[in-house]
């Protein structure tokens, strides 16, 4: 990481804000961004993404479910199709491509054989970078994606810089504390536009009410008008962020 100006720390060096302007970071890199259903990249990281995007680095998006159980009335087969082509909507917006791990939606699983399948979906990727589920969190399937990505990051020898991202403003995501921040003022409409092809879900219900506002809070903090929030892992390399 190259130096920090101080325009670039918050309240003397509280949480860093990362530019991808230094002649270190032409490098092109993977980023790989870990939800647990189809709408979970792109609200808690869909600006970092879609600007790592337009950088010309290689985005993806990671889906643990096909959101079998988010639609009622729907059987799993039904909603899974449905969202899977809201997913496809969504990662045209941000400019990523997408890549599944076959988990179903309310029902997924911790075991070694589960481990085995992520880290090996992780390892095929070789990312530069992971970004996934805070693990304090009140949805099962966010535990169960973290807990995957972090024994991944574990078992590959700590190659790739881990980063946790927030959702839902507290009603899910909790004990969260920043330490980075990144400006995704360039692309906050291209981030709503992705959560809206979520149709099936109720858009407003979980951007307007929860996302935006949360985007703008710490848009605040970091001295922007809009911004997402990570926890880097104290033991992670720092990777630069957008």
Known sequence: MGEISRRDLFLGGAAALLPLDGPQDRRK???????GHPDDPESG???????????????????????????????PDEAAEIRSAEIGKACA???????????????TEIHAARYDEVRK????EKPDIVLT?????????????????YDAWLRL?????????????GA????????????????VERKKEACYAHASQNPAGFYDAYHEAMQK????EAGFKAAEAFIRHARSRDETLP
Request: glycine content about 10%; charged content about 20%; proline content about 3%.
């Open 29 to 35: 890199l993977k980023i790989l961004c870990a939800g």
């Open 45 to 75: 990281a869909g600006g970092t993404m879609a600007r790592y995007a337009d950088l010309g680095h290689d985005a993806v998006n990671f889906y643990l479910t096909k959101g079998e159980a988010g639609i009622k009335g729907k059987t």
């Open 93 to 107: 917006i941000l400019k990523v491509r997408a890549i599944f791990a076959g988990q179903i939606d309310g029902a």
């Open 121 to 124: 979906i992780v390892a095929e």
């Open 133 to 149: 589920h805070w693990p304090i969190d009140t949805h099962r399937d966010h535990r169960a994606t973290s807990f995957l990505i």
């Open 157 to 169: 020898g700590r190659k790739f810089a881990l980063y946790y991202f927030e959702v839902d403003l």
């Open 172 to 187: 899910q995501t909790q004990h969260f504390h920043p330490t980075h921040y990144v400006d995704i003022t360039p692309v």
């Open 217 to 220: 809070h710490r848009g605040m």
